[in-house]
């Protein structure tokens, strides 16, 4: 079955770092870290693996939104210290394995962000989703099928998506 | 003559305002988002279907120009190449303080070669008003 792993910023950042590290751009794998967990690394490394072994992606593939990227972009100092150069980010951009694609903002989306709540509750406290946040909630919508990786607790109390 | 379509007009538009028919307007999907963010509250789905088609048809017209995001946009948007290959990311984009809505719109719209119609001074606009 075809599921979608849907990256939010702090994962995406996460895995351009491996990406030169751990030599994602040959044969490598994503290796176990604070934010990839178990279930995480076998999720991603499913894509990947069947991939770089058969050149297919029957599993799924890997969307980030261009707003994860652009997040990263300007707190750059602060997401991506010591873990990447903007040399590699750009090369991380320009070469993108066939995995891996950045879902544009365009006028589409607008459609699914309706489908994204205004608020959830934690107990009984209300917290608002910020159009950030519902941008990326808007891009899992937008797939058939998927799941969002993230560890935003707001988001993960939005009912109606699939997080891991 | 361009000018940029930020969404204090969007909004004046959607509210059944006539806007310059001798005036071209450049805006970005940034503020599409905005505007139907902050329309949606209170719309039943239906009328957000209306007023979505209604954003969505701008583009149509003959006036207007939306732009979108992909990752072309995102490399000729973000980054500076130096005269000896340096990579850099551009300085408005890096510049937290400003909003989310900027940085989209300010890497949508940064004037690109290819572009041929593109205008510094449209760059300049929206740029003014987000600082007003």
Redesign the interface.
């Known amino acids: 079955m075809i599921n979608d792993l849907v990256f939010d910023t702090h994962i995406l950042s996460e895995f351009i770092w491996q990406y030169f590290t751990n030599d994602l751009r040959g044969n490598g794998l994503l290796a176990r870290s604070n934010i990839i967990t178990d279930e995480r690394q076998k999720a991603i490394n499913d894509i990947i693996l069947e991939y770089n072994n058969e050149g297919t992606f029957s599993k799924g593939l890997i969307i980030t939104s261009a707003f994860s990227v652009i997040e990263i972009a300007r707190k750059f100092d602060i997401i991506a210290f010591q873990k990447f150069t903007s040399s590699q980010f750009k090369i991380f951009l320009e070469e993108l394995p066939e995995y891996f694609h950045i879902a544009p903002l365009e006028k589409a989306l607008s459609f699914h962000l309706h489908k994204v709540p205004k608020v959830v509750y934690d107990g009984s406290t209300q917290k608002p989703i910020e159009l950030p946040d519902a941008i990326h909630c808007a891009t899992y919508f937008s797939r058939d099928s998927a799941t969002l990786i993230t560890n935003d607790a707001r988001i993960k109390r939005i009912e109606n998506i699939n997080c891991l | 003559m361009f000018t940029y379509f930020n969404p204090k007009l969007l909004q004046k538009l959607l509210n059944g305002e006539n806007l310059d028919q001798n005036l071209y307007f450049i805006g970005s999907?940034?503020d599409?988002?905005?505007a139907?963010?902050s329309c949606?509250?209170g719309l039943g789905?239906a009328e957000?279907?209306k007023l979505?088609s209604s954003?969505?048809l701008l583009?149509d017209h003959v006036n207007f120009h939306?732009q979108?995001?992909?990752?072309v946009?995102?490399?000729e948007g973000?980054?500076n190449t130096g005269p000896e290959g340096?990579?850099?990311?551009d300085e408005e984009?890096?510049?937290?303080i400003k909003s989310?809505?900027y940085?989209?719109n300010y890497?949508?719209l940064k004037p690109k070669e290819n572009i041929s119609f593109w205008d510094h001074d449209v760059l300049q606009q929206m740029i003014d008003w987000y600082n007003d």
């Open positions: 999907v940034g599409v988002y905005l139907t963010d949606k509250e789905f957000f279907e979505f954003v969505c583009d939306i979108e995001l992909g990752k946009e995102l490399l973000m980054f340096d990579v850099t990311l984009v890096t510049n937290i989310p809505h940085t989209i890497i949508a």
